[in-house]
Each structure stands twice: as C-alpha cells, then as structure tokens.
C-alpha cells in the first residue's frame, strides 16, 4: 500500500510533512527530460531545411505554371529556396557521411521520426492534389467552365516530382532497412 | 568502392539543385527593374487621378495636358490624351503583367486546387467610364499599354462650360 493509492485521502506528506525523497518511495514517478541524440538533433534540422527547400520549390514552379513570373511572386520563394538548399545539403550529406561510418544510425528513433513524419506530409500532399486532379478532369466533362486541364496536370506534376520524390526515397530506405 | 559512388550521387543531385537555385535567383533578378519601373508607375498613377478628379471638379472640364493641371515628375509610361473638353483617355504602360494569383507557401500542398487559374485583366477597356479606376490599373492591368477613357461629366452635366466657350455662358 502507497501513500497516495486512495485518490480520495490527501497524501501525508501533504498535511504540514516533509514529502518522501526517492530513497524513502523508490517506486515514485520522476519527471525525466526528453531530449534529441547528438544526431537526432541534426536530422532535425535536416528534415526542417527540407520542408523549407521543397516548400519553396513547390511555390516556384506553382507561380511560373500558373503565370505569375513576375519579381515580386518569386522574391519570397527564391529567398527562402537560397536559404534552404546549402543547409539542406551540408547537413543531407554530412549525415550521410555518418550512417556509412554507423549503419546503426539509419536506426536510430529521432531520425525515424522525422522520416517518418516527412513521409505522412509528403503522402498527404501526393494523395490531396491525385484527388483534387481527378475531381478536375471529372468537372472538364461537366456544364461549369474550368481551367485548363494542360495546367492542371502541369501543377500535379509539379507536386509529384518534388514530393512523390521525397516520398519515394523515404519509402525505399524504410524498406530496405526491414529487410532481413 | 561502392560507398563512396553511393555518395557521390548525392553530391550530384545536390550541385543539380544547387545549380537550379542560382538560375533561378538570376531569373528572379533580372526582373527587377522592370518590377521597380512598374511599382513606380502604378504609385504614380495613384497621384495622377487625384490630381485629374481634382482639376475636373474644379473647372468643370478636362485639362490641355497632365502639366495643365499641375502633375509633375510624370513616368513615360503614363500617357495622357485629351480627346474632348469632357472626355480624356490615358494609357499606361507596364512591363509585366499583374498577377493576383499567388500560389504561397502551402501550394505544394494545394498545387492542384490552383489549377490553371488564369488572372483576369479588367484595365483596358475602351468603354468611357464616369471615373478614372486606378484600382484596375494597378492591379489587374496585362504586359504593355493600358487604356481608360474617362468622361466625368457622363451622368452630370458640367456646371461650368470648357474654356472656350467660359467668356459667354456660365450654368449654375
């Protein structure tokens, strides 16, 4: 029996005693803090910078498709896509680096989670825009003007090649890493 | 052996990405002038309509030129006509297209809900128009000229007559 197992009675140590330290309760819950490995941290950063890079891309190619070539629609992107590639890059290969050194590494949880979580965005942009594509090219045959469907297909492909692509990379490494 | 082709690849793609980062950038920046001589003009045009109101609504028909009704430092790409004592047409160049559309941040999420949108260019009628739309002008204007016709006086007549003809009759 522990002191605080009735959630109905006040612990002891709360009426006017001293609290028991861990030595007197063993068993008593610690809080621990949860941080990132050395190398967690670094696919983190990776995996942010990617998002940035692809984001930027995607933007890029979107404005250019769809007729805004203009400065003042690119700036932003063009800012960012400067800002993301080397950190992605120095930081891509870098790692890279260390997991031929330590196949452990590829692993690893902190890098599994963000590859993970990188696969989900990218799935999710892939499914979305292959949907919203399909419900284009059904509303073409239909009385309501549409845009153009050279466009439409256009800004999926777009969507593909950046994302599908993370995706698929990802995807392969994942499974190459379960095979026996 | 196979380590280091494996990594070269990745160089490989990197430098690709890289390389596409920089031809982009230039793109981007070689638009910048134009972009500039543009946000110049649809600023200036802004002060032109105020000026022009002004001038209309004061004499009572439509000035000899944009100096007659004291607008200076006017850009080349703003161009004014005189067409009647009540009628005016100006045309304003620009070197790009405006552009409503913008795919931002989240468009590699949405790409496809921006399908094939096309901007739609309302400045450039040819039909006179009561009032000079600067709004149009600036923001949903195509590449090159740009042309209004402005009659103020189209619901109203004016209550004063033009300056030939001001020496002989005056109208409340």
């Not at chain 1, 612990?11 to 050395?38: C, F, N, R, W």
């Not at chain 1, 983190?44 to 990617?50: D, F, R, V």
Request: include cysteine.
């Amino acid at each position: 029996m522990f002191p605080n197992d009735d959630q109905n009675e006040e612990a002891p140590y709360l009426q006017g005693h001293k609290a028991p330290t861990p030595k007197e309760d063993p068993i008593k819950p610690m809080p621990v803090v949860k941080v990132l490995s050395t190398h967690g941290l670094e696919y983190a950063m990776m995996t942010i910078s990617l998002w940035l890079t692809a984001f930027a891309l995607g933007w890029i190619f979107l404005n250019l498709i769809n007729g805004s070539r203009g400065y003042d629609n690119l700036v932003v992107p063009i800012s960012a896509l400067i800002t993301g590639v080397p950190i992605f890059g120095l930081f891509f290969i870098r790692l890279h680096l260390a997991e031929m050194r330590n196949p452990a590494l590829r692993l690893e949880a902190s890098r599994r989670r963000w590859t993970q979580l990188t696969q989900m965005v990218a799935f999710l942009a892939c499914l979305i825009n292959v949907g919203v594509f399909i419900y284009a090219v059904m509303k073409h045959f239909g009385s309501e003007p549409t845009p153009s469907l050279g466009k439409a297909a256009g800004d999926l492909a777009i969507v593909l090649v950046i994302a599908g692509g993370i995706l698929s990379y990802y995807w392969r490494e994942e499974h190459r890493q379960a095979r026996p | 052996m196979k380590n280091r082709s494996g990594i070269s690849k990745y160089y490989l793609v990197f430098f690709i990405l890289l390389a596409v980062t920089i031809g982009l950038t230039i793109y981007t920046l070689s638009g910048a002038s134009s972009a500039k001589e543009d946000a110049r003009t649809a600023q200036k045009i802004g002060d032109v309509a105020n000026n022009l109101s002004n001038f209309t609504s004061n004499h009572n028909y439509v000035p000899e030129s944009l100096a007659a009704a004291d607008i200076k430092n006017v850009p080349p790409s703003i161009k004014y006509t005189k067409i009647s004592d009540t009628k005016y047409q100006v045309c304003v160049n620009y070197r790009n297209a405006s552009t409503p559309f913008d795919g931002g941040w989240t468009s590699l999420l949405t790409g496809a809900l921006i399908a094939g949108s096309n901007p739609s260019y309302s400045a450039g009628t040819s039909t006179p128009s009561p009032f000079f739309d600067t709004f149009t002008l600036a923001y949903y204007h195509k590449k090159g000229d740009n042309c209004q016709t402005v009659e103020p006086f189209m619901y109203s007549s004016p209550t004063l007559s033009a300056p030939a003809s001001s020496d002989t009759s005056t109208s409340i």
